[in-house]
């Protein structure tokens, strides 16, 4: 019989920031800093976590920093809710989350400019695992073994 190996993964933890401090404990949201880069060029961004997403959103402009160009990008998807009405494509985009190592998210490329980045099931959750600790305004954040 084989021994069992304990794989330790030591996950990197995050606080909760507030959107409208009038709001109160109500406002604060799971935002992850994180580097994204697209050939020689790289972007810092802080993208909110969003277990309810299908999806990763790439905001046009963030896409566009990046070097993406709309007219090459000939892969479209149809978003839903808030984001239906905006033409999306999209793109492969390596990202640095702290200090893991590089892994390559898939984002749907949206035309709008009033959303944050958006890391969703497709598929920043199929490669970290995330904790949420909502009561002490914490998250924690660590790569998908194997």
Known sequence: ??????????????????????????SFRPYLPLNLFYEQNSVPVSALLDTGASVNVLPYLTGAELGYEWERQTTALSLTGNL????????LVRAIVG????????????????????LGQVNFFMEFDVCFYRSQLMFEVCPKLG
């Open 1 to 26: 019989m084989m021994p069992r190996v304990k794989i330790v993964r030591n996950p990197e933890r995050y606080p909760f920031f507030s959107s409208d401090r009038a709001l109160g404990e109500a």
């Open 84 to 91: 239906a009405r905006y033409e999306a494509r999209v793109v």
């Open 99 to 118: 200090q893991f190592e590089p892994v390559q998210l898939v984002f749907a490329w949206t035309r709008a400019t009033n959303v944050p980045p958006i």
